[in-house]
């Protein structure tokens, strides 16, 4: 399956951005969805990540009550809405797939194919 990501840029503090993540090439719907981000320098790390059927999501603390994912198996895209944008969230956000037979993950590693990432810039 091939990832597209987009809907990132420059925000200020406080502010909302909704990321999109445009899926081709297989079934959609066989695949766990999961977001993920970079920091400079740093370790790609886990923000979200969404079940076959959305019917169960997944939160690093980070994150939590301020990002939501979803996903619509129709039009083959999983969103990651942001709000209440801080600093530290500035970083390339990725959009990651992880074959359905096996559990949804937060491990970067146990994901099958990779979007290219988006870059979030979140001004003080």
């Known amino acids: 399956v091939q990832l597209q990501a987009s809907g990132g840029g420059l925000v200020q503090a406080g502010g909302s951005l909704r990321l999109s993540c445009a899926a081709s090439g297989r079934t959609f719907s066989s695949y766990h969805m999961g977001w993920f981000r970079q920091h400079p320098g740093q370790e790609r790390e886990f923000v979200a990540a969404i079940n076959w059927i959305g019917s169960s999501t997944y939160y690093a603390d980070s994150v939590k009550g301020r990002f939501t994912i979803s996903r619509d198996n129709a039009k083959n895209t999983v969103y990651l809405q942001m709000n209440s944008l801080k600093p530290e969230d500035t970083a390339v956000y990725y959009c990651?797939?992880?074959?359905?037979?096996?559990?949804?993950?937060?491990?970067?590693?146990?994901?099958?194919?990779w979007g290219q990432g988006t870059q979030v810039t979140v001004s003080s």
């Open positions: 990651a797939a992880r074959r359905l037979s096996l559990a949804v993950s937060t491990t970067p590693t146990t994901y099958d194919y």
